[in-house]
């Protein structure tokens, strides 16, 4: 194993224990997630090729998104960013686990009725960069 894939592996051992321990202890983790910016850290991994270090990431997105906490979800908007401009990039390339993981942040977000961030998705990306790029205005 190369140093690289030795990191890759470190982070994923360590994003799936920060998701067990979110599980377990959704109350300190709402106290923890804003102030110490953790999901603005974990998605500066989402560059990366490691197509399951990424399914990792989109599944503890998916679990801050169900704790329903106003500040949490607030904190959310910036790495959604990243989803669907991965999304976006990669829609093409369909690998099933990866393409169904991103779309079930979707889904979740349509499911659970998480309003401002259906507001900000239709704000920024329908409304702004979406037209923009696509020459519609």
């Not at 110490?36 to 270090?53: A, E, V, W, Y």
Request: hydrophobic share 45%; charged share 25%.
């Amino acid at each position: 194993n190369s140093t690289e894939e030795k990191i890759k592996d470190a982070k994923s051992v360590v994003l799936d224990v920060l998701i067990y321990c979110s599980k377990q202890q959704m109350e300190n983790l709402k106290k923890r997630i804003v102030p110490l910016d953790i999901s603005g850290k974990i998605f500066k991994n989402f560059s990366t090729n490691d197509k399951f270090l990424i399914i990792t990431i989109i599944q503890l997105y998916k679990l801050l998104l169900q704790c329903k906490d106003a500040e949490v979800v607030s904190h959310l908007a910036k790495p959604l960013d990243v989803i669907i401009d991965y999304f976006l990039k990669n829609c093409k390339n369909k690998t099933n686990l990866l393409h169904s993981s991103l779309l079930e942040v979707f889904v979740l977000i349509m499911k659970e009725e998480v309003l401002p961030l259906l507001n900000y998705i239709v704000k920024v990306w329908v409304l702004l960069k979406i037209n923009v790029v696509g020459g519609e205005s």
